[in-house]
């Protein structure tokens, strides 16, 4: 083959291809950044192809791309696919020989890489479109770049992208140099909303609105609308349904490949393409020179902690909406309708998240154990959070010995096209499970229909009208290839239910008590489903589809299972424990003997003799919930100390005595079963221990505990308010003619001065004052009602007394 491309239409790459093609030559690594339109997917392959000794493999991050991407060079050659260039993706390929530049999906790369670390044959790998970051294209570059630099100098790496920030990669990359292609190959005008959306108008109308004044708008070219999901593209197809002259065409992953080619060819009339982000690279659609954005992307959300991902649908980044506008302008000059204003164009995130931020990182981390090492050259390192609950996983499974490193099943896990969960269900099971599996890989094929798993498994082979046609034969395609690829069953003639159960031990539920299906699974987390459903009264089930929420998953898909069924297929992880625990709801300790798998209990009994020191850590649970009871002593004690407290004491506040109350409380609960036990316990005794004697000692110094009256009489003294205080008979304090102080730091004492019927009649903190003014008033006020009771002119000059004259004098 010559060095010069076969003649075609110039594109924005060809000029920056000489500068790539001596790169490639000197250092054997590059970094090529050009915008959508450019022409780099379909050019530079071809331009590379003379250079390169060895096959040219290219990744590519969708079906429909990878086939379209080699079809396309194909047609540029004149050769028929399968010739020069071929593709192969998982199930299908079409290579021979003869083929010198291969297409393929991006896991494709990765299993070569762990059949043949070396590749053989192999002279460079292309990343294209490695600005959606997939999990798989990040480990692809970081496992080449390993190979590089211990096996392979001679293997090239090129990276490709259209709005990555690729700096940063070519940084990964040894500094690997860095080449622009500038500009598309026609002009885009861009146009947004003069004011938001109606928030009254529901999405898919305002997006229909919005196509409706783009073809007012534009008389020429064909229509690509960007939407999130299927379900959005069905909704405004029925909105646009009726247009004169229109054709709408629907593209979307899970289409059928013909009907995915009829959107990307001619149509009769103005042609409209409603397209999730499968149209936002690599592809090219005929006749499209207008853009309608909606504005929005869906994206998986795994959350670790549950075990769950989710999908949610978010706005689109600056990014994604330049990809966008970049397909209005690959033919003719453009126009991109943008759903939202220009003031809000501030407000969107750059890029979006890399999938290995916030994907499972179950297969990555079978991946690496399989590779031996966890350090890979990752542009985004893999959290090592997540990471630690993936390895969790798969050595539940079975496929991570206890120091993580892989095991023999798991070399077998990772030989599958599957997550490692299904793997591990069809290694168990057999060729038996290829059907179940081949399911729970694809999209449900009855949606809306249920959620009862086993009608969708009858599905596959008697298919409802309601049933997905193409998604159906997927699934049958799928299941006898991994028939062939599992011989033999390790556990043969397991039932549907426990094939399901080996996929998700962690998502066997067991039914909460109470009316509403909810259920506690064998992970910890609950799910629920709404009432009325087939499966609504099943006491244990096992889901395999859960929206993902991480409060309470609804159940989109389950299936019933038999206890019998569980014990037969988890005998060796059903163990009696024992439990002796604070109860919220029934306000005590509750000791009890549970036959638990996971967090569930099959079985439960009372346990009659917990020893004293865990019934005491128990209580210890129910005084964190229900706080300190502090009675009258306790509290006095506590402001004392406060008052002596000196460097090193322990803080006395409620919240740090709770968070160290098993150092300090924990010997006085023992006999502590209830929440009135809990709620009578003095912390007076316990607050002396955790202080000790010779502190003790200096706050009884310092700050006593009580006033000795002139009778003799200990009264307590209260030191909670601004001065410390006391509460005793007016008559105790006759003959005191000084006012009283505690302590070597004499501090006044507020005394309440009471009647003999223990009232209050006076609160003063200047005795002899009271004495010389306010007493008379008093005097004469409690002769009356307290005849018996002494009340002398000069109480400074009468002794102290708590008696009374006898009746009748």
């Known amino acids: 083959m010559s060095d010069t491309l076969p003649p075609s239409d110039p594109l924005p790459i060809d000029e920056v291809i000489p500068a790539l093609q001596a790169a490639m030559a000197k250092q054997g690594m590059a970094v090529l950044q050009a915008p959508p339109g450019a022409g780099k997917t379909t050019r530079v392959p071809l331009a590379l192809l003379a250079q390169t000794a060895g096959r040219i493999l290219m990744l590519e991050p969708r079906r429909l791309a990878t086939r379209a991407a080699a079809a396309r060079m194909s047609d540029t050659l004149g050769d028929p696919l399968g010739q020069t260039v071929g593709y192969r993706m998982r199930g299908e390929a079409k290579v021979s020989q003869k083929t010198r530049i291969e297409v393929v999906t991006e896991g494709i790369l990765t299993r070569m890489i762990q059949s043949d670390a070396e590749l053989p044959g192999i002279g460079l790998i292309i990343f294209d479109e490695f600005h959606e970051r997939s999990v798989q294209a990040d480990l692809g570059l970081a496992l080449a770049l390993e190979i590089r630099g211990a096996l392979r100098a001679d293997l090239q790496l090129l990276v490709m992208s259209a709005t990555l920030d690729a700096s940063p990669v070519a940084a990964l990359m040894g500094d690997a140099p860095l080449i622009t292609s500038e500009g598309r190959a026609f002009p885009v005008e861009t146009r947004w909303l003069p004011r938001p959306p109606d928030a009254s108008l529901r999405y898919e109308a305002a997006v229909a609105g919005l196509v409706r004044q783009a073809l007012d708008e534009v008389s020429d070219g064909d229509v690509l609308v960007f939407l999130p999901g299927e379900g959005e593209i069905r909704r405004v197809e029925a909105q646009l349904q009726g247009t004169s002259g229109l054709t709408i065409r629907p593209l979307f992953g899970a289409m059928e490949f013909a009907a995915q080619q009829a959107a990307l060819g001619p149509a009769e009339g103005r042609k409209v393409v409603l397209a999730t982000s499968i149209a936002e690279t690599s592809l090219t659609i005929p006749g499209v020179r207008v853009v309608v954005d909606g504005g929005r992307a869906r994206r998986a959300r795994f959350d670790p902690a549950s075990g769950m991902s989710r999908l949610v649908t978010e706005r689109v980044t600056r990014a994604e909406a330049e990809q966008r506008r970049g397909r209005a302008g690959r033919v003719a000059p453009g126009v991109c309708y943008r759903l939202w204003t220009r003031g809000e164009e501030g407000g969107l995130a750059a890029f979006p998240p890399a999938e290995i931020e916030a994907a499972d990182l179950t297969p990555l981390a079978l991946e690496l154990a399989l590779w031996g090492a966890t350090d890979l050259p990752f542009l985004t390192p893999p959290h090592p959070g997540g990471l630690a609950e993936a390895q969790a996983l798969l050595q539940g499974l079975g496929a991570l010995d206890a120091k993580g490193g892989i095991t023999a099943h798991g070399r077998a896990l990772a030989a599958l096209p599957l997550h490692p969960r299904l793997a591990h269900m069809l290694v168990i099971a057999g060729p038996n499970a290829a059907p179940l599996a081949a399911l729970l890989?694809?999209?449900?094929?009855?949606?809306?229909?249920?959620?009862?798993?086993?009608?969708?498994?009858?599905?596959?082979?008697?298919?409802?009208?309601?049933?997905?046609?193409?998604?159906?034969?997927?699934?049958?395609?799928?299941?006898?290839?991994?028939?062939?690829?599992?011989?033999?069953?390790?556990?043969?003639?397991?039932?549907?239910?426990?094939m399901a159960a080996l996929a998700y031990p962690d998502r066997i539920g067991l039914r909460r008590t109470g009316d509403v299906p909810r259920w506690l699974l064998s992970g910890g987390k609950g799910a629920a489903m709404a009432a009325g459903q087939m499966l609504s009264g099943a006491r244990l089930i096992v889901a395999t589809d859960l929206d993902g929420d991480p409060r309470e998953a609804q159940l989109r898909q389950a299936v019933a299972i038999p206890e019998a069924e569980i014990r037969a297929l988890f005998t060796d992880q059903i163990t009696w424990v024992d439990v002796c625990e604070w109860s919220r709801r029934d306000g005590k300790v509750l000791a009890r003997k549970q036959e638990r798998f996971g967090t569930l209990v099959l079985a439960e009994r009372h346990w009659t003799d917990p020893p004293s020191d865990i019934l005491a850590r128990a209580a210890l649970d129910g005084v964190r919930q229900?706080?300190?009871?502090?009675?009258?002593?306790?509290?006095?004690?506590?402001?004392?100390?406060?008052?002596?407290?000196?460097?090193?004491?322990?803080?006395?506040?409620?919240?740090?005595?709770?968070?160290?109350?098993?150092?300090?409380?924990?010997?006085?609960?023992?006999?502590?079963?209830?929440?009135?036990?809990?709620?009578?316990?003095?912390?007076?005794?316990?607050?002396?221990?955790?202080?000790?004697?010779?502190?003790?000692?200096?706050?009884?110094?310092?700050?006593?505990?009580?006033?000795?009256?002139?009778?003799?009489?200990?009264?307590?003294?209260?030191?909670?308010?601004?001065?410390?205080?006391?509460?005793?008979?007016?008559?105790?304090?006759?003959?005191?003619?000084?006012?009283?102080?505690?302590?070597?730091?004499h501090l006044p004492l507020r005394i309440t001065l009471l009647s003999p019927a223990q009232r209050p009649v006076q609160v003063t903190l200047d005795l002899p004052g009271f004495w010389a003014n306010s007493y008379s008033d008093v005097r004469k006020d409690m002769r009356g009602q307290y005849p018996r009771h002494p009340w002398p002119e000069d109480p400074t000059a009468a002794d102290p007394t708590l008696r009374a004259k006898p009746r009748g004098t």
């Open 441 to 498: 890989a694809e999209r449900d094929p009855l949606r809306g229909v249920g959620v009862d798993m086993l009608t969708r498994l009858k599905a596959i082979d008697k298919p409802p009208a309601e049933a997905h046609r193409p998604t159906i034969e997927r699934i049958r395609l799928e299941a006898r290839r991994l028939a062939r690829m599992v011989p033999t069953a390790r556990m043969p003639d397991l039932s549907p239910a426990q």
């Open 626 to 745: 229900i706080g300190l009871t502090w009675s009258a002593a306790a509290r006095r004690l506590r402001a004392r100390l406060r008052l002596a407290q000196g460097d090193g004491w322990p803080d006395l506040d409620d919240a740090a005595l709770l968070a160290s109350a098993e150092d300090w409380l924990l010997p006085y609960l023992s006999n502590k079963r209830s929440e009135a036990d809990l709620r009578a316990l003095d912390l007076t005794d316990p607050l002396k221990a955790l202080i000790g004697w010779e502190r003790m000692a200096h706050t009884d110094a310092q700050v006593p505990a009580s006033f000795e009256t002139p009778l003799g009489r200990k009264v307590p003294i209260d030191y909670d308010g601004d001065h410390p205080s006391i509460e005793l008979r007016l008559q105790e304090m006759f003959g005191v003619t000084r006012h009283p102080t505690v302590g070597p730091r």
